[in-house]
């Protein structure tokens, strides 16, 4: 008799105690999330704000978040010190009709593994994959002489055509196609659609989610790519805003705030694609790879 009393006076406290551990599990976990937000939020404001001090200013005080005084000098410095019309032109230009090439290239290639059945199919496919392994800097040297060869140094053609494909793409584009239902292709063979329909009509507009994940990453690789535009191009005319921003830093006095302003700039277009494409970037990063 006693041992069942104390059982009931003993219960109730033990969904308190579960709901305790459950809010401070949750408070927990918030305080991580609250961390890391913040450690990731510093040197983007710290880049912001350094776009508006002086030079003294960034020297007095390198480890403030906010500046004492508002100057645009380093605005104004990126107009008149920097080709920067030239440079963001070819950053577009370079980094929008890559990822376009790039979008269509590896959509194809990963319809054909995924809905096309050929001998050899799956060993294509390890084959693609297998060059995720291989450092960029391997094939530099080879990629370069063979656009010296074809006169495709210095030009928007040496710099998209080598890009215009990737086999991160082409994975993410195969995963995604083959959890669309067949049952869509054969509907649309009865209608007398063939594959190039099927594909475009039909499949493509099914993968709205990976073409957003896709063009995103791709976008953004080309435009913040420093190394490939520094390899090809040789004049200031061809250069991206990276590369720009860099031999600035290397062939003058270096002003600090001049390259935090062209860097803050140099996010925005980043920024302004990802707030429109982030529903269907979240969803293909979220759905591909089911099957």
């Known amino acids: 008799m006693s041992t ?18 459950l809010r401070a599990g949750a408070a927990l976990k918030w305080m991580y999330v609250g961390v890391g937000f913040v450690l990731a939020l510093i040197p983007f404001i710290w880049m912001v704000s350094g776009s508006f001090r002086s030079e003294a200013d960034l020297y007095q005080n ?8 508002i100057t645009l000098h380093g605005y104004i410095g ?7 019309l030239r440079l963001l032109l070819n950053s577009f ?13 590896d959509s194809m ?18 084959l693609v994959i297998a060059t995720l392994m291989v450092p960029f800097q391997v094939t530099l040297i080879p990629v370069f002489i063979q656009l010296f060869h074809l006169g495709w140094l210095n030009t928007y053609e040496g710099l998209i055509i080598p890009r215009a494909t990737s086999a991160f793409g082409i994975f993410l584009f195969r995963q995604f196609f083959m959890s669309i239902p067949a049952d869509l292709d054969e509907a649309a063979r009865i209608d007398g ?37 520094l390899v ?23 002003d600090h705030a001049v ?33």
């Open 4 to 21: 069942s009393a104390t059982a009931t006076r003993t219960s109730p406290g033990r969904p308190r105690a579960g709901r305790a551990g």
């Open 62 to 69: 390198p480890a403030s978040l906010f500046p004492t005084s």
């Open 78 to 84: 990126v107009w008149q010190q920097l080709p920067f």
């Open 93 to 105: 230009v370079f980094a929008g009709v890559t990822t376009a090439l790039t979008v269509l290239f």
């Open 109 to 126: 290639c990963a319809y054909a593994l995924a809905r096309l059945r050929f001998v050899g199919r799956n060993v294509c496919f390890v």
């Open 193 to 229: 659609a063939g594959h190039w329909r099927i594909y475009w009509r039909v499949i493509m507009p099914l993968a709205k989610p990976a073409i957003a994940t896709v063009a995103i990453l791709n976008f953004t690789n080309l435009w913040n790519d420093l190394l490939w535009p």
């Open 232 to 254: 090809i191009t040789s004049s200031n005319d061809m250069l991206t805003l990276p590369a720009g921003l860099t031999l600035f830093g290397g062939q003058h006095v270096t």
């Open 259 to 291: 390259l935090l302003a062209g860097a803050t700039i140099s996010l925005v277009p980043i920024a302004i694609g990802f707030f429109f494409a982030q529903k269907y970037f979240i969803a293909g990063v979220a759905t591909t790879g089911l099957k």
